[in-house]
């Protein structure tokens, strides 16, 4: 259950937020997003955008809100989210610095529809595929009531960027290029890794004051 905790600080809100972000890299999706809707007019190229970030937006909040749910119905407990969200959250984050881009492999392994793009491959699993999804839910593991509205107020922001991202693929191709889009993967791929390795500290720190004192740590 949600608990009351003193209202997150500036440094957790900016955390969760970065870790959104790297996880979705919109600049990647956004060149991606340019390519397969090549040719399109105007109108048809903003519905697909507002859908794509529309799906992407309700599939994290999903898992934001049901995460609790899902631990309960399974029997996972909020630590086994940790280490597993730590690990995805990990590999992904080794394929932005040193493999294939996870956005292009994604897009590139979904045969769709040239006329229905928004919802599979862009919505999922290219903006919200595995990496953010675990990254969501080992956020939501132990949160105060405060902790997770900021957590949904990053989903939504994110959500309005993804949007603004795609609106402007063709113009942000443009200038980055193929060499630019690689560094900000890159980037993105390096702040993904020290979430990782967060979300796997933090799980470690937990196993350590359960074996301490396990009674302490039931109740909590």
């Known amino acids: ?3 009351l905790r003193p209202f997150p600080t500036l440094a957790f809100a900016l955390g969760v937020f970065t870790s959104l972000f790297s996880v979705i890299n919109p600049t990647s999706a956004a060149v991606i997003f340019s390519g397969l809707t090549a040719g399109w007019d105007r109108a048809k190229v903003r519905r697909t955008a507002f859908r794509a970030s529309f799906t992407a937006t309700c599939v994290m909040v999903g898992f934001a809100l049901l995460g609790k749910v899902v631990f309960g119905v399974f029997g996972f407990t909020s630590l086994a989210m940790r280490f597993v969200g730590g690990i995805l959250v990990m590999y992904s984050a080794m394929g932005m610095l040193y493999g294939e881009d996870p956005h292009l492999k994604d897009a590139t392994h979904e045969k769709p529809n040239s006329t229905d793009i928004a919802v599979i491959p862009l919505g999922i699993p290219m903006l919200a595929g595995p990496g953010t999804i675990s990254t969501v839910m080992g956020f939501t593991a132990g949160l105060s009531i405060s902790e997770a509205l900021v957590l949904l107020a990053a989903i939504l ?7 603004m991202f795609l609106l402007q693929a063709r113009w942000i191709t443009g200038r980055l290029g193929s060499t630019g889009t690689k560094i900000v993967t890159k980037l993105m791929g390096l702040i993904l890794a020290a979430v990782a390795m967060q979300f796997l500290i933090n799980g470690v720190k937990e196993v350590a004051a359960e074996i301490r004192n396990p009674v302490v740590a039931a109740e909590i």
């Open 1 to 3: 259950m949600f608990h």
């Open 157 to 163: 922001v994110n959500g309005w960027l993804i949007h």
